[in-house]
């Protein structure tokens, strides 16, 4: 992926649930001495997959022993060791009864990967086999979950508990889903091999204007993308005459960013903020909301090129 054409999602996820990567001085130790209830009768948590959860603390919480709770089953496929799923987090310190991390709101869904090397142990096994779309709480306590130290950048302490809920996101579409649209006079040609695209046909196009352009090619049947969610896309970027694209992600896998919060270019965030899932999207993005008057010239994009883009919204987490 090319600079600035997205950050990455935060590289938060292993930080905090690795046990390893909590490890270190003293720091994270707590006296706190837990006399509340035990695993989920300490807590009530309410709310729909997708949506920061509602929590609400009936009294300090206990977890002598993990516990996992499954609060909504989803009608998606079961995940497995190894899998990489889009997933929004919220946890919680069950001595303090506060929130200390969370991704719903403009941070958006992350990026899991269910393996060792990402996941302490408790959450790989409280996520293996659940379904996509489900909501899923663990109780544990500090030791479990970020092994001897607690995880002091989250603010808890080794003597502390942990609360997290975990919504699954569905799992993408694998093409674009809903009505054909004709293709407007300003969009170029798209082509293709082997049921793949691999380029724009800018043969008869009119000159780009300055002006950001959006136009549908299939106008998606599912729902509309929020600002702050995180979507799951292909796209194909090629500059306004170029003989080549100068990205893609037909030939690769499908890749997932916020959206609305600056972590694209602006033509982006302006113009993928309210399409409906399963749209192929073309995008005209003129340079002051592309990469500026510096260009890129790590991808051969001037200063003053127009970019165009074809992007398959997949799905929104």
């Known amino acids: 992926m090319l600079p600035r054409l997205h950050r990455p999602l935060a590289a938060l996820v292993p930080v905090l649930l690795l ?7 003293d720091d994270g130790t707590s006296p706190n001495a837990i006399d509340g209830l035990a ?13 920061k959860p509602t929590v609400t603390w009936k009294d300090q919480l206990e977890a002598d022993d993990p516990e996992v709770e499954v609060l909504t ?42 393996d060792e090397e990402q996941l302490a142990p408790i959450f790989l096994e409280a996520l293996e086999g659940q379904t996509r779309g489900s909501r899923v709480a663990v109780v544990a306590s500090a030791e479990e979950a970020f092994g001897e130290a607690g995880n002091p ?23 674009p889903q809903g009505a054909k649209q004709q293709r407007a006079a300003w969009m170029p040609r798209l082509t293709a091999a082997k049921g793949a695209i691999t380029g724009f046909d800018f043969t008869g196009t009119p000159e780009p204007t300055a002006k950001l352009q959006q136009g549908f090619l299939i106008k998606g049947d599912g729902p509309v993308v929020e600002k702050g969610q995180a979507i799951t896309v292909d796209y194909l970027g090629q500059v306004y005459g170029g003989a080549k694209p100068f990205d893609e992600s037909y030939s690769k896998e499908p890749t997932s960013f916020p959206i609305g919060t600056g972590g694209v270019i602006k033509g982006w965030d302006r113009a993928l903020a309210g ?43």
Request: glycine letters at 18%; charged letters at 15%; hydrophobic letters at 40%.
């Open 39 to 51: 695993g989920f009768d300490a807590v009530e948590i309410s709310g729909e997959p997708g949506s």
């Open 73 to 114: 089953e989803g009608d998606g496929e079961e995940v497995a060791a190894g899998d990489s799923v889009l997933a929004n987090l919220w946890i919680g310190n069950g001595f303090s009864q506060e929130e200390t991390y969370t991704t719903y709101g403009e941070g958006g869904a992350q990026e899991l990967v269910l």
């Open 153 to 175: 950048s989250l603010g808890i302490g080794n003597q502390d508990t942990v609360l997290m809920v975990v919504d699954l996101a569905p799992a993408p579409l694998a093409a």
């Open 275 to 317: 399409v409906p899932v399963g749209s192929r999207v073309v995008l005209a993005v003129p340079p002051d909301l592309g990469y500026g008057t510096e260009g890129n010239k790590q991808a051969g994009i001037k200063g003053t090129d127009t970019l165009y883009f074809v992007v398959d919204v997949l799905g929104a987490a």
């Open 19 to 25: 046990g390893l990567a909590a490890c270190g001085d």
